[in-house]
C-alpha cells in the first residue's frame, strides 16, 4: 500500500492565503483521486474538496485544490482566511479497495 | 435528510466483543457504498472497512480477521462486529455514506469504543 504525508502544522493571518501539501509515497498520484475533509474540535469531518478539485455545494470558493504531477502531490488552497476554518485537514485516496487518510494537518489562523 | 446515528460503543476489555450500529435515514443503505473510519484519541483519521452495494467488503489490514462490516437492508442499518479486540481498537468510530465509490459525502457523530483491563 501507500502513505499520504502532510504537513503537521501550518499557521497563517486572517485574510491571507496557506496551502497544505499531500504527498502520495508510491503510486502516481494522479491515479487515484484525491479528497480533503475538514474537522473542526469536537465535530466530524466534513468534505471541502472532492476528486482532486470539486468542491461540494455549500463550501465557499475560498477552497481550492490542486493535484502536482512532478512532486507526486495534491494541494488545498484556502484563501481569505477567517478564524472559523482553524481546523484539522486531512486528504484521502486510495487504491485497490483500500483507503488511506493522511496524517492530518492543523491549520492555526492567527 | 441524511442522517447516520452510531451507538453500541462503550468500555470493553481486550479479547471481548462488540457490536456496532448505524442507522441510516434520508436514503437506503442498499443503493450505497457505506465505509466504517474511526479516530483514536488525539489522532488523524483511519480507515477500517467499506461495503459495497452488491455486499462486498474490504478492511485495513490492522482489523483484517477481526472486525466486519454488514447491512441490513430492511433496517436500513450498517453494523461493525469486533471481535479480539485489542487496547489500540480505542477509538471514536464513524459511519460514513460513500459516494462515487471513492469519496465520503456524510458522516455520522462517531461512537466511543474504549479497550482497557
Known sequence: ?110 | EVQLVESGGGLMQPGGSLRLSCAASGFTVRTHYMSWVRQAPGKGLEWVSVIYTGGGSYYADSVKGRLTISKDTVKNTLYLQMNSLRVEDTAVYYCARVLGSVRIDYWGQGTLVTVSS
Open chain 1, 1 to 110: 500500500n501507500f502513505l499520504l504525508t502532510q504537513p503537521h502544522s501550518v499557521s497563517e493571518s486572517p485574510g491571507k492565503t496557506v496551502t497544505i501539501s499531500c504527498t502520495r509515497s508510491s503510486g502516481s498520484i494522479a491515479s487515484n483521486s484525491v479528497q480533503w475533509y475538514q474537522q473542526r474540535p469536537g465535530s466530524s469531518p466534513t468534505t471541502v474538496i472532492y476528486e482532486y478539485f470539486q468542491r461540494p455545494s455549500g463550501v465557499p470558493d475560498r477552497f481550492s485544490g490542486s493535484i502536482d504531477s512532478s512532486s507526486n502531490s495534491a494541494s488545498l488552497s484556502i484563501s481569505g482566511l477567517q478564524t472559523e476554518d482553524e481546523a484539522d485537514y486531512y486528504c484521502q485516496s486510495y487504491d485497490s479497495d483500500s483507503w488511506v487518510f493522511g496524517g492530518g494537518t492543523h491549520l492555526t489562523v492567527l
